[in-house]
């Protein structure tokens, strides 16, 4: 099971807004800053869940081809909240909010962070 997930950014002050208010929609906070200028966020106290940091080789942080991130939700609202969120924060629409086959299973929005990272909030089971 994956116990943390870290996206890149080469705008660390701006990714650090971004995922600062879509993480908030889910209740996640810092958790704490890493000494490279990245965050990390969780929702439960004492673990981290997931980060944005520059990368460590120093080399540009790119999106990975095929790469995806998913975030849990709690509620369908939450779901079209991040989403929003995310891109009102500037974060491009790679899937409007809905059921992804039948009703009452995965209910699910995809977006892209600032620096072109994808990612899905979800929610399984019926509203």
Request: aromatic fraction near 12%; glycine fraction near 16%; proline fraction near 5%.
């Amino acid at each position: 099971m994956i116990g943390y997930a870290t996206v890149g950014s080469n705008d660390i002050a701006k990714a650090l807004a971004f995922y600062d208010a879509v993480l908030g929609e889910l209740g996640a906070k810092k958790a704490f800053d890493s000494p490279k200028g990245g965050r990390l966020y969780s929702r439960t106290k004492g673990k981290f869940e997931f980060s944005v940091t520059p990368p460590y080789d120093g080399n540009a942080a790119t999106a990975g081809n095929g790469t995806m991130i998913a975030l849990a939700a709690d509620t369908q609202d939450q779901v079209r909240n991040v989403h929003a969120k995310a891109k009102e924060l500037g974060g491009t629409c790679e899937g409007e909010p809905g059921w992804r086959g039948p009703e009452g299973g995965f209910y699910g929005a995809y977006f892209r962070d600032l620096d072109g990272n994808k990612l899905c909030v979800y929610r399984m089971g019926p509203a």
